[in-house]
C-alpha cells in the first residue's frame, strides 16, 4: 500500500502557487476524449520554483509554460513543472477514457452520456491541476460533442457561445464568472428531456430553471423543480440570500455516488432524488427530494460562494447546509417530526460511528480517503453543532452571525475557526469552550441526578458530563452543552423553560418557588448530542408521553418507556424470568392511539417502534439473540394490547388522502401483523387498491416480516409491474435484503444475478447489500457467518469497480465491538480477508485497517 499515506490538518500549508483562470477545452470522443486545459498560474511564494500538481487515471500528451515544451517530471499522482516566474500560462492536454471509469468519479459515462464528479478529488482526473479547495479561478469552458448523440452540452456559469464545427459536430462555451474550487467543477453532455421553469429574485432578476432527466420521465420532474423555487424562496425570506446566476440546471443521472452534488449553476443530481410521481415515489420520497434539492441549492452560499480552505474544513459547508436544510424543511412542514428524524440519525447512526473505530471530531485531524469523510459524524453532527450555536445565540444574532461570514468571507475559502469567529464576533457571545465541539470526537454521556426538597420548594439538578475515550483520541474535556430542560407539574403545566449552560464536569442547578416536585424534561429537542443518563420512572415516562408540551419530548418519552420494557425482559430472559410488559405502558402507547390532538405524522412516529440497531446503540455489549427476542415480545404486547383501536385508526385512515395519515395508518398496519396472521388480508386488499406508492411500498413491507404466500405473491406481482422502472425496483431489492426470514440469505445470493441489479450501479448496491448489512441485522449477525460471508464477496467484488461504494457499505462490519466474540471473530476474519487483497483500495484499507488497528 505505498499510496495510503494519512494527511494531517496540522501539516496545512498554503499554496506556494495558485491558478486565477482556467480555460478547459473538452473533444468528447468516447475513449479518446482530449481535454486542453489553460490555466492562468500567479507565483505566492517568492521562493518557490516548483509547480505540483496532481493528476491520476490520465494519459499526460504535452506540457507547455508560456507556449513552449518545458521539463517536468511525472509521477503515479503528480507532475511537478519547474517554474521560476512570477506568473504564467500552463498548457496541458490529456486524455481521458470515460466509458472505462467505472469509479464514477472525475469524467465517466452514466447511461450514455458524460458526466463529472470531481468533490471531493475527482477533477485530478481530469486535468493535471491544483486540485485543492483554496485555489479559486475563473473557469471558461468549451465542449464539443457529436449533436445528435450529445445535443446537450452542459457546464457551469453562463453559456456564452454555441456553433458548429467544421466536421459537422457541435461545440458550445460557458463561462462562470464566480471563481471557484475544482471540486466544484461539472460538465454533462447528453440527450435529455428538459423540463424549464422561472424564479424572480426579490431584487427582480429573472433566472432560468432547468431539470434534465432521462428520455420519457419529463412528468416526474415537477416535484423536483417545485422544490427548488420554494428553496429559493426560503433562503430569501430566512437567511436574505439570492442566487446570483441567471440559469440553474439540475441533471438527473442514474450512475451517481451519492444523493447529489452542488457544481456551481449545474447541479448533478442522483435519480432517486429527482424523479417522482405518486404511482412510483414513496411520500418519504417526495419528502428527501425536497430536502436534497434544498441542500444543493442552500450550498450556493454555504460551501460556493464561501468555500473550504481544506478538506479537514468539511462541515464548514456540510454542517452548515445540513443545518439549513432541516430548518427548510421544519419551516415548510412539521418541526417536530423533522427533528425526530434528525435525531433518530445522530442516535442511531452517529453514535455508533462514535464508538467504533472510525471515530473522528467533525473536523477531522488526519485522512488518508477524503471520500471517507462524508459522514454521518462531518454532516449530520456537524448540524448539530450548528443548532446547538443557533441555540445559544437565538435567531436574530445567529442572523447577524451569518451576515457578517458573508461580509468577511465572500469569494474565500475558510475554516470552521473563521465561521465561529464571525458568531462570537456577531453576538458577542462567548464561543471559546464551545469551539471543542470541533476538535473533540466522541458522545459525551451527560448524567443527571434530581432532588426535590418540598418545605423550601427547591428543585435541584446535579449535571455531569464525561465523554468516552475513542479509537484515536484518549483526552477528553468537558464541552459547553446547552441543556434545554422544561419542569412539568403533575398536571402538565409548565413550571419553568430554560436552556442551562452545563460547561463542568460536574455542576448543580438550583430552582427556587417549585410548588411541586416536578417532572422534568430533560434535553428537550435533544438540545446537545449526548447520551442523556437519568432515571426517569415508569410514571414520569407515561406522563411526558401524555402531556409535555415539547411534541419531540412525547416521543423521547416513548422511545425510552419500550426500551427500558425491552431491557427489563432482555434480563428476564437471562435469569430465566418470565417476560412480561407493565399494563402502564400499554396504557401510555393506547392513550396516544386515542389522543385526537396529535398530528397523525407524530403518532406514526411514536408507532414506528426502535430497531434493534437502535436499541443496541443504548448499550455498550449486546446479546444479540436475547435483544431480538424479548423485542419482538414487548412489540407483540404493545400490538395486542392496541389492536381495536390500530385496527380502529386503520380504518378511519384509509379514507383520508394525506401524508401524516398515510404514514401512521402504515404503522398500525405493521403493528397489526404482529398481532395475527388474519391481518394478512388487510394487507393484501391495501396492495391490490393502492393508488400510490407509499401505500404499496406499506402493505409490502407490513407482509415482509416473514415468509408467507401472500408476500410471495404481492412480491412476484411488484417485480412484473416495475421490472423496466430502476428506481422502483430497488424499492423491491431492499425488501428482500430486509426480509426476516432465513432463508433471505438465499434469495438475496441469487438477486446478484437478477437483471435489476448490477454492481455497476450504486443505488441497486445499496438497495440490496447495503440495505441488508444495515438494516437486516439479525440476518447479518446469522452465527453461521454467512451474513458477513455475503457483504464479504461483494466488497471485494466492488474494490476494484468502486471503492467508494464499497468503502460505505462496508460499515457495519467494522462496528463490531458490541457483538459476543463469536460473532466478532469472524467479523475480523472477514475484514483479514479483504486487508489481504492484492489491490486494496485506500478507501478499504483506511477503514479496515483502523478496524483491525494494524
Ligand atoms: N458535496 C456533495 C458530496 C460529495 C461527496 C464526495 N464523495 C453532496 C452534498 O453534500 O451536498
Ligand atoms: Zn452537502
Redesign the pocket.
Known amino acids: 500500500m505505498t499510496q495510503a499515506q494519512a494527511k494531517f490538518l496540522k501539516d496545512y500549508t498554503a499554496p506556494k502557487f495558485t491558478i486565477t483562470h482556467l480555460d478547459l477545452s473538452f473533444t468528447l470522443d468516447g475513449k479518446e476524449t482530449l481535454v486542453v486545459a489553460k490555466s492562468l498560474v500567479v507565483r505566492k511564494d517568492p521562493l518557490a520554483n516548483l509547480l505540483i500538481l496532481d493528476g491520476d487515471e490520465m494519459k499526460l500528451l504535452s506540457v507547455k509554460v508560456n507556449g513552449k515544451e518545458v521539463n517536468y517530471k511525472q509521477e503515479l499522482t503528480s507532475l511537478s513543472i519547474e517554474a521560476n516566474l512570477d506568473d504564467f500560462e500552463l498548457e496541458i492536454v490529456t486524455k481521458l477514457d470515460p466509458e472505462a471509469n467505472l469509479s464514477l468519479e472525475g469524467l465517466y459515462m452514466s447511461d450514455g452520456a458524460y458526466c463529472t464528479?470531481c468533490?471531493?478529488e475527482g477533477f485530478r482526473r481530469i486535468t493535471y491541476f491544483l486540485d485543492r479547495p483554496d485555489v479559486l479561478a475563473i473557469y471558461t469552458v468549451r465542449v464539443e460533442a457529436d449533436k445528435t448523440v450529445f445535443p446537450y452540452l452542459l457546464s457551469n456559469g453562463n453559456l456564452i457561445e454555441q456553433g458548429l464545427t467544421d466536421s459537422g459536430r457541435h461545440f458550445v462555451k460557458w463561462h462562470d464568472p464566480f471563481p471557484k474550487p475544482a471540486y466544484l467543477f461539472a460538465l454533462v453532455a447528453g440527450d435529455f428531456d428538459l423540463l424549464e421553469d422561472e424564479f424572480i429574485t426579490r431584487s427582480e432578476r429573472a433566472v432560468k430553471l432547468q431539470v434534465f432527466v432521462d428520455k420519457g420521465n419529463l412528468h416526474k420532474a415537477h416535484h423536483a423543480i417545485a422544490s427548488l423555487k420554494k428553496s429559493m424562496a426560503w433562503d430569501e425570506s430566512r437567511f436574505n440570500l439570492e442566487y446570483d446566476l441567471d440559469i440553474y440546471m439540475i441533471v438527473a443521472v442514474d450512475f451517481f455516488?451519492?444523493?447529489?452534488?452542488?457544481n456551481k449553476g449545474l447541479n448533478v443530481f442522483n435519480t432517486k432524488y429527482v424523479l417522482a410521481d405518486t404511482s412510483t415515489a414513496t411520500d418519504d420520497d417526495y419528502h428527501g427530494i425536497e430536502s436534497v434539492v434544498g441542500?444543493?441549492y442552500f450550498?450556493n452560499w454555504t460551501g460556493n460562494r464561501v468555500t473550504c480552505r481544506d478538506w479537514f474544513q468539511l462541515s464548514l459547508k456540510?454542517g452548515l447546509?445540513v443545518f439549513r436544510d432541516q430548518e427548510f424543511s421544519s419551516d415548510l412542514g412539521s418541526r417536530a417530526v423533522n427533528r425526530i428524524h434528525a435525531i433518530k440519525v445522530i442516535k442511531n447512526q452517529q453514535f455508533a460511528e462514535d464508538s467504533g473505530p472510525m471515530a473522528h471530531p467533525i473536523r477531522p485531524e488526519s485522512v488518508i480517503e477524503m471520500?471517507n469523510f462524508?459522514t454521518v459524524t462531518v454532516?449530520n453532527k456537524g448540524a448539530e453543532v450548528i443548532r446547538m450555536m443557533h441555540t445559544l445565540l437565538g435567531e436574530d444574532k445567529f442572523q447577524a452571525g451569518m451576515k457578517l461570514y458573508f461580509e468577511r468571507h465572500d469569494g474565500q475559502a475558510v475554516t470552521c475557526d473563521d465561521f465561529s469567529s464571525a458568531m462570537q464576533d456577531a453576538s458577542s457571545i462567548d464561543l471559546s469552550q464551545f469551539k471543542r465541539w470541533y476538535s473533540q470526537s466522541g458522545t459525551p454521556v451527560v448524567t443527571v441526578l434530581e432532588d426535590y426538597d418540598e418545605a423550601s420548594e427547591t428543585y435541584r439538578l446535579t449535571i455531569s458530563q464525561s465523554t468516552p475515550a475513542t479509537a484515536e483520541q484518549k483526552e477528553k474535556l468537558p464541552l459547553h452543552i446547552p441543556f434545554d430542560l422544561e419542569l412539568l407539574s403533575n398536571q402538565g403545566d409548565s413550571m419553568l423553560n430554560q436552556v442551562l449552560d452545563v460547561k463542568h464536569s460536574s455542576q448543580e442547578f438550583v430552582f427556587n418557588g417549585i410548588s411541586q416536585k416536578p417532572t422534568p424534561s430533560l434535553l428537550q429537542n435533544f438540545s446537545a448530542p449526548v447520551k442523556l443518563v437519568f432515571n426517569y420512572s415508569v410514571d414520569q415516562l407515561v406522563g411526558l408521553m401524555s402531556y409535555a408540551n415539547c411534541e419531540v419530548a412525547r416521543w423521547e418519552a416513548s422511545v425510552n418507556l419500550i426500551s427500558q420494557s425491552i431491557w427489563d425482559n432482555v434480563a428476564n430472559l437471562q435469569n430465566n424470568h418470565t417476560m412480561h410488559v407493565d399494563p402502564r405502558v400499554m396504557d401510555a402507547y393506547r392513550g396516544v392511539l386515542l389522543s385526537e390532538a396529535l398530528d397523525h405524522a407524530l403518532v406514526a412516529e411514536i408507532f414506528t417502534l426502535p430497531s434493534i440497531s437502535a436499541l443496541i446503540e443504548q448499550v455498550n455489549t449486546v446479546e444479540l439473540d436475547a435483544l431480538s427476542i424479548a423485542r419482538a415480545f414487548v412489540i407483540e404486547e404493545i400490538a395486542s394490547a392496541c389492536e381495536d383501536e390500530l385496527l380502529a385508526r386503520y380504518r378511519e385512515l384509509s379514507l383520508v388522502n394525506h401524508a401524516g395519515a398515510r404514514s401512521l395508518k402504515n404503522a398500525c398496519l405493521l403493528l397489526l401483523q404482529k398481532v395475527s396472521d388474519e391481518y394478512l388480508s388487510l394487507a393484501e386488499g391495501q396492495y391490490l387498491q393502492a393508488e400510490n406508492m407509499t401505500d404499496s411500498l406499506g402493505a409490502l413491507q407490513a407482509v415482509n416480516g416473514e415468509s408467507s404466500s401472500i408476500r410471495q405473491t404481492l412480491m412476484s406481482d411488484y417485480e412484473v409491474k416495475w421490472q423496466s422502472t430502476p428506481l422502483v425496483m430497488d424499492k423491491w431489492l431492499t425488501l428482500h435484503a430486509t426480509c426476516a426470514d432465513e432463508t433471505c440469505l438465499d434469495t438475496l445470493i441469487s438477486l446478484t444475478e437478477h437483471e435489476s441489479f448490477s454492481f455497476g450501479n450504486p443505488n441497486r448496491v445499496r438497495s440490496l447489500i447495503g440495505a441488508f448489512a444495515a438494516g437486516n441485522l439479525m440476518q447479518f449477525h446469522r452465527v453461521d457467518g454467512k451474513g458477513y460471508n455475503f457483504l464479504t464477496e461483494s466488497i471485494i467484488k466492488l474494490n476494484k469497480v468502486n471503492p467508494?461504494v464499497a468503502a460505505r457499505i462496508i460499515t457495519p462490519l467494522i462496528q463490531f465491538n458490541k457483538f459476543d466474540i463469536v460473532r466478532q471473530a469472524q467479523m475480523k476474519k472477514s475484514l483479514k480477508r479483504i486487508l489481504s487483497l492484492p489491490e486494496l483500495s485506500k478507501d478499504l484499507y483506511e477503514k479496515v485497517s483502523k478496524a483491525l488497528a494494524v
Not at 455516488?257 to 452542488?262: F, L
Open positions: 464528479q468533490e471531493a455516488n451519492m444523493g447529489a452534488m452542488e441542500h444543493e450550498h456540510e447546509t471520500n462524508y454532516y467508494q
